[in-house]
């Protein structure tokens, strides 16, 4: 089992920047997919980034750009920095760990509000 844990969440005025962490126990995450989705009231889960074992990244078009995500193996943390915000990138934002186009694990998510 993998527990995620979100944090970095807030309030942020529209042009302003935000950096995510999600911090992964009971095992390591080294091997994993990690993924950002995000989902806004009324709107269906969407995948943010994605970030491979080995590095490879890919990005919804709607962020490409603005957010950036990483990882920090020997920390076992993930993380999504989020520049540029807009008021569209308002949604609770969830990590989770997959392997083969499934996404397995994820995290309680961490509410972000741009305000324009």
């Known amino acids: 089992q993998v527990q995620l844990v979100e944090s970095g969440g807030g309030l942020v005025q529209a042009g302003g920047s935000l950096r995510l962490s999600c911090a992964a126990s009971?095992?390591?995450?080294?091997?994993?997919?990690m993924g950002w989705f995000r989902q806004a009231p009324g709107k269906e889960r969407e995948l943010v980034a994605a970030?491979?074992?080995?590095?490879?990244?890919n990005y919804a078009d709607s962020v490409k750009g603005r957010f950036t995500i990483s990882r920090d193996n020997a920390k076992n943390t993930v993380y999504l920095q989020m520049n540029s915000l807009k008021s569209e990138d308002t949604a609770v934002y969830y990590c989770?760990?997959?392997?083969?186009?499934?996404?397995?694990?994820w995290g309680q998510g961490t509410q972000v509000t741009v305000s324009s």
């Open positions: 009971g095992r390591t995450i080294s091997f994993y997919v």
């Open positions: 989770a760990a997959g392997l083969g186009g499934s996404y397995y694990f």
């Open positions: 970030i491979t074992s080995g590095g490879s990244t």
